[in-house]
């Protein structure tokens, strides 16, 4: 907990790289540079099964609560949601999902965005840990530019359903779990067969979170759980 924490606080760099802070990666990193450099996603958004970086309880109970680590959090979601092509505005009081750059992009010869398949397990990722830190409606609006990506560019659409991250996505947004499957089969122009579907949505949800829980269950958490709590809000 303490070095997730160290590092959103821009104390102490990711993996203890240098200039692999907070404030680095999200205001000062080019694109390329977010899409070639490793070991810095796992801090931004730790999960509960992580070595190095796990959610403990106390930490979740920090990203849930304090006002600060949760704007870091959205600042930390802005960034990649540019790296991947889109921000959010406001218009007419409404958030607005909108595109920024150009869907297929390289720099250095390398993809940059959604059309390199390395990202698709950050992303999943994000979604995730937005979901366990209780900002299921920020995790909503990444959802929603995955979609508007997809619908955007027809390449885009076929490379995301061939690597099958589009169920993984889905499953993290609740509100969505009895379309799953309809959803999938719509995008992704196919038709599953009666196997490949599991009934059990919501049940199978629950069972990830109790699984993730799991993490939890030694009280080893106590003992950092104030930890960098100065500034509860």
């Not at 600060?68 to 921000?87: C, D, F, I, P, W």
């Not at 993809?111 to 390395?118: D, R």
Request: charged residues 30%.
């Amino acid at each position: 907990m303490r070095r997730v924490v160290r590092f959103y606080d821009n104390i102490q760099p990711a993996n203890k790289k240098s200039g692999y802070t907070f404030d680095n990666i999200v205001n000062k990193w080019t694109d390329y540079q977010l899409q070639v450099r490793k070991g810095y996603i796992e801090y931004l958004f730790p999960l509960p099964n992580d070595v190095n970086t796990k959610l403990s309880k106390g930490l979740l109970y920090k990203m849930k609560k304090n006002k600060n680590q949760r704007e870091k959090v959205s600042t930390a979601v802005l960034r990649l949601m540019n790296l991947y092509g889109y921000t959010l505005v406001m218009e007419n009081d409404s958030v607005v999902v909108k595109q920024v750059h150009k869907l297929y992009r390289e720099s250095g010869r390398t993809k940059v965005g959604l059309f390199n398949e390395s990202n698709y397990p950050h992303i999943t990722r994000m979604l995730k840990f937005l979901e366990l830190v209780n900002m299921k409606y920020l995790s909503s609006l990444v959802f929603l530019m995955l979609i508007k990506a997809m619908d955007k560019n027809q390449d885009l659409k076929k490379l995301i359903c061939s690597k099958n991250v589009l169920e993984d996505w889905i499953s993290t947004q609740d509100y969505l779990l009895d379309k799953k499957y309809s959803i999938i089969e719509n995008m992704c122009n196919v038709k599953l067969d009666d196997w490949e579907k599991d009934d059990n949505d919501s049940d199978n949800v629950k069972l990830w979170e109790t699984e993730q829980m799991g993490a939890f269950e030694d009280d080893s958490w106590k003992e950092d759980a104030w930890f960098g709590f100065d500034e509860l809000e």
